[in-house]
């Protein structure tokens, strides 16, 4: 069965910091692979995906993800945090025909 | 033009009491979802639907049923609401292949 881990339950940086957020998936093949995230009181937005192609996919909002098949990975990272980006952030996992499986998800603090 | 949209945004309800959540999808999607997202802000589905097949999350109590009067709506119904049902509810719908589009989520309280 698929299973998405985020090692981080949480996580906080102070504004201006670098971000990465860790996702380790377990499944036969590579499955489609997402970013969401969740502001207070808010459904879940797509930050980013990576189907297939180049491995460093760009989402919105700045952030980035790397995937790396060797470790089943597919970690999010941002360069500079900013006071907005306190939310909570959750990996996802999506092959043909089966179901989306989410990760428990990592809540992000920004310090001022 | 919303994408996904689901109503109420907020219910508020008596234990025992039948309730029902409507789910409706602007964008042409073959499959809607219906999440749970608990206290611990843990997403889970429930179920999954296109007009072909529902796939029901075994763990979900058959007090809970999915309603689709069209491809474009996925209702849930819920029977005897029970404290343990206080929670998030979120639709989604995507396309075989893509991402998935969350509505903003329905916070149901049983008291």
């Known amino acids: 069965a698929q299973s998405v881990t985020q090692p981080d339950i949480h996580i906080t940086v102070s504004e201006g910091a670098s971000l990465e957020l860790r996702c380790n998936y377990s499944?036969?093949?590579?499955?489609?692979l997402f970013w969401y995230v969740q502001s207070p009181g808010q459904g879940l937005q797509l930050l980013l995906k990576?189907?297939?192609?180049?491995?460093l996919v760009q989402g919105i909002k700045g952030f980035e993800a790397e995937f790396k098949r060797s470790q089943s990975s597919f970690n999010l990272r941002k360069p500079s945090v900013h006071w907005s980006d306190a939310a909570e952030y959750f990996c996802?996992?999506?092959?043909?025909?089966?179901?989306?499986?989410f990760g428990p998800g990592t809540r992000l603090s920004v310090l001022p | 033009d919303t994408a996904v949209s689901q109503t109420p945004k907020y219910l508020v309800t008596q234990m025992g009491n039948d309730k029902s959540i409507k789910c409706e999808q602007n964008?042409?999607?073959?499959?809607m979802y219906w999440y749970k997202q608990d206290s611990k802000k843990f997403l889970k589905i429930m179920f999954s639907?296109?007009?072909?097949?529902?796939?029901i999350n075994e763990t979900v109590p058959n007090r809970f049923s999915p309603k689709s009067p069209d491809k474009a709506h996925l209702n849930l119904h819920i029977n005897s609401l029970e404290l343990g049902d206080s929670a998030v509810y979120f639709c989604?719908?995507?396309?075989?292949?893509?991402?998935?589009?969350f509505g903003q989520g329905t916070r149901l309280t049983v008291v």
């Open positions: 989604a719908s995507s396309l075989v292949e893509g991402e998935a589009f």
């Open positions: 499944y036969g093949a590579t499955p489609y």
């Open positions: 964008l042409g999607h073959d499959t």
């Open positions: 639907y296109n007009n072909k097949e529902l796939i």
């Open positions: 996802a996992v999506e092959s043909y025909g089966q179901n989306f499986v």
């Open positions: 990576y189907f297939s192609g180049d491995t």
